[in-house]
């Protein structure tokens, strides 16, 4: 099983960028898609952005054009470019396979708090 380890979140005002890492433990180039997503309280997790394994992405309608998701097979690792965040950005930050399975475990998330 790949277990995930999310880093790189932290606060930051409105406006502001973040660069999010998620390190796997093994090879993840068998994953087809990787993918963030992210939770605030009260809310359903929800996926931000996936991309598959050549590097072809997508991106909910809510961070298109300000977010850019990579993958660095080589690294085993999977990144999250967020620019012109805002206060609805905040939540915990999680990447998984897209849909999450047996291959992969949940990490412990990163939390990104937009101020405004």
């Known amino acids: 099983q790949v277990q995930l380890v999310e880093s790189g979140g932290g606060l930051v005002q409105a406006g502001g960028s973040l660069r999010l890492s998620c390190a796997a433990s093994?090879?993840?180039?068998?994953?087809?898609?990787m993918g963030w997503y992210r939770q605030a309280p009260g809310k359903q997790r929800e996926l931000v952005a996936d991309?598959?394994?050549?590097?072809?992405?997508n991106y909910a309608d809510s961070v298109k054009g300000r977010f850019t998701i990579s993958r660095d097979n080589a690294k085993n690792t999977v990144y999250l470019q967020m620019n012109s965040l805002k206060p609805e950005d905040t939540a915990v930050y999680y990447c998984?396979?897209?849909?999450?399975?047996?291959?992969?475990?949940w990490g412990q998330g990163t939390q990104v708090t937009v101020s405004s």
């Open positions: 998984n396979s897209n849909p999450p399975g047996a291959r992969t475990s």
């Open positions: 093994r090879s993840i180039f068998s994953i087809n898609i």
């Open positions: 991309i598959t394994r050549s590097g072809s992405t």
